[in-house]
Structures are given as C-alpha cells and as structure tokens.
C-alpha cells in the first residue's frame, strides 16, 4: 500500500467497477477551484486537499471505495468575518452500487455511491464529504474579537457605555460557552 505522500492531482474521472476489480490505490490532491460549492464556501484560494483511496470488493462481493479525505483551507470566522484555518478530516465507506433499490441492501457500515456504467466523478464523491465534515459554527481558535467590546459591567463601571441588552445578548462568547456546554 502506498503511503508516501505525493503531490500528483487525482484524475477527476474513474471507473469505480473496474478499479474495485483491479484493487486500484489512489493518492493525489485535488485543486479547490475544481470543486465548485467547496470554493463558493471557502475565504481563499488557499487550500490542501488530499485523498487517499483504495477500491476493492470485500467478501460479500461488494463493491467498495474506502479512504480518508484531508482539507486544509480558510473558511469564513462566523464571529470576526475574517478568513480562518479550518481542517477538515473525513473518511469513506463507500459501496458502488447501480441504483437506490440495491443501495438499500447495503450493510450499515456503507454509505451507498450510485455510480453508472463506466466512468464517474471522483471529485464530487470526495467533495461532499468534505462539505459533510465543516462544523456547524466555523471560529478562530483564539479571541478574534476584543473583549472590551462586550465589556458586561465588572470593570469599575467608569467606562460605562451600557450596552444594550440585545446588544450583550448577541456577544459572541456567550454562543461560544454555550457551544462548548459551560454550564451558567
Ligand atoms: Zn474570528
């Protein structure tokens, strides 16, 4: 099995069958600007993305597609709106299968790729599960917003600007600690 990292482009196109046939291991990158709602998401043109792939047919005579999917790009902080490092990691377990009647019979650990005779698209595959993989909130790790901002009395109150009521409750650290389930 290869495991050295290369940095050859996956072809966009493959014929999933006769790769499951063939036992076929893939590794490559993948450029953003091919993935057309990744890169309508992301808050730059940089990006890494890689996927290791390995087809195959397992006992069951099932067709199979398995592998890890890797994303590194920028996303959009939902708390400062400036661009913000995301990794995102996915793995797949992918059976080929015709249509939805046979996606069905799937065991549970597989997730169904309806793929036609001949070739399909690797790209869109890999795609959605890394569309599957971005949180539901995306922030900078670290304070990206100045706290003064949300100052919620405790200074000595000299500075006092009240801010509104709607105002604090909007203060993003409190979504955040809500997030992270802190207790009041
Ligand atoms: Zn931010």
Redesign the pocket.
Known sequence: MLTTPSPKQLPRQVDPRKFAQQEVVLQGTLPLAELERLSALAAGDQAEITAELEFGVDDQRHRLLTGKVSAKLQLT?E??M?A?DQHIEGELALGIVWDEEQAKQLPRRLDAWIAPEGVSDIYEVIEEEILLGIPMGV??DHQ??DLAHYSVGGDDGADETAAPAAERRNNPFQVLEQLKGTPK
């Open positions: 902080c708390r400062c400036e913000c922030y900078h990206c917003v």
